[in-house]
């Protein structure tokens, strides 16, 4: 039963490392160079902040959750 939740969990912060990484890649990444001196770029009438970069560690933390995930489920939950 726990390598079943642990899979799920796994697959659940895959997905989530997968949304996440794409945000940041297109809200920050493929606008950083149009910031100007107060964070902001606009482009085709919407903002786009430099804090956008938080998406990255959103994106971090699942990536990690998703590898503690994938060595509960091969180890079967005991520690």
């Not at 390598?3 to 990484?21: C, E, K, N, P, Q």
């Not at 902040?49 to 005991?78: C, K, N």
Request: aromatic fraction near 14%; charge should be positive.
């Amino acid at each position: 039963m726990i390598r079943l939740l642990a899979g799920i969990w796994t697959l659940a912060s895959v997905l989530l490392t997968i949304w996440f990484g794409r945000l940041f890649v297109m809200v920050y990444w493929n606008s950083r160079a149009c910031f100007d001196e107060n964070g902001r770029c606009f482009l085709d009438g919407v903002v786009h902040h430099d804090t956008s970069f938080i998406y990255l560690w959103i994106a971090s933390l699942a990536a990690v959750s998703a590898l503690a995930g994938a060595v509960i489920a091969r180890r079967g939950g005991g520690l």
